[in-house]
């Protein structure tokens, strides 16, 4: 009954900062890790960043400094900011989530993420 919707996406300008949500519902227990993916047309799915229920966030290095990723429990809400977006940001972006193991139960059906040069 968990699901996890994506919204925020759209078409933007290569420099300027766009802001994703992930609405978590059906659940009344916190996610432990939540996550962003992305894929871009004829690419390989990429992990863009993860937080736990404590706050704790990693990035991928190829993003590092330009992300922020950010969860409000009481909302259960994820969060994805990125800054000075760059054409190759293109790609349908995926929230995802877990409780324990290596893998994510739980996805999004994505948002897609546009960025003109």
């Known amino acids: 009954q968990v699901q996890l919707v994506e919204s925020g996406g759209g078409l933007v300008q290569a420099g300027r900062s766009l802001s994703l949500s992930c609405a978590v519902s059906g659940s009344t227990f916190s996610i432990y890790t939540c996550a962003w993916y992305r894929q871009a047309p004829g690419k390989q799915r990429e992990l863009v960043a993860r937080?736990?229920?404590?706050?704790?966030?990693n990035y991928a290095d190829s993003v590092e400094g330009r992300i922020t990723i950010s969860r409000d429990n009481t909302k259960k809400t994820v969060y994805l900011k990125i800054d000075n977006l760059k054409p190759e940001d293109t790609a349908t972006y995926y929230c995802a989530g877990r409780w324990s193991g290596s893998g994510f139960s739980y996805w999004g059906q994505g948002t897609q993420v546009t960025v003109s040069s």
């Open positions: 937080v736990d229920v404590l706050g704790n966030a």
